[in-house]
């Protein structure tokens, strides 16, 4: 665990919404969630659009899929949405269950902060 400053921290709910299905683009956010996780903070995570695609996507450097099970083994919670991945013909997974926007709706009002990737 990193060190925090000792002046007022307070751990936060952060929501990470990723519609990016560019491998470096979805690799740093679940590197970043991952290290929120580790700093002490609770953190969700929602794929949306082209996002929905994650799971399959390694690249060079780039294993998304190491990075969303290490999210998942740090407590991280994730969903995809249901009509994104219906349109392109993809199922949820045990690691990216089916979803709605009413859980995107119900993540963005429980988060203290939202972050897009």
Do not use: Y
């Amino acid at each position: 665990m990193t060190a925090r400053p000792v002046w007022g921290w307070v751990p936060l709910k952060i929501g990470v919404v990723i519609e990016s299905n560019d491998p470096e683009t979805a690799w740093n956010a679940f590197r970043f969630a991952v290290k929120a996780l580790d700093c002490g903070h609770a953190v969700r995570a929602f794929l949306l659009g082209p996002g929905v695609e994650c799971e399959g996507i390694r690249q060079g450097a780039f294993d998304v899929p190491a990075q969303m099970q290490a999210f998942a083994e740090h407590g991280g919670d994730l969903l995809a949405c249901g009509t994104c991945l219906r349109s392109r013909r993809m199922d949820g997974s045990d690691l990216c269950p089916v979803s709605t926007m009413q859980d995107l709706v119900d993540l963005s009002v429980w988060a203290d902060r939202v972050l897009t990737f």
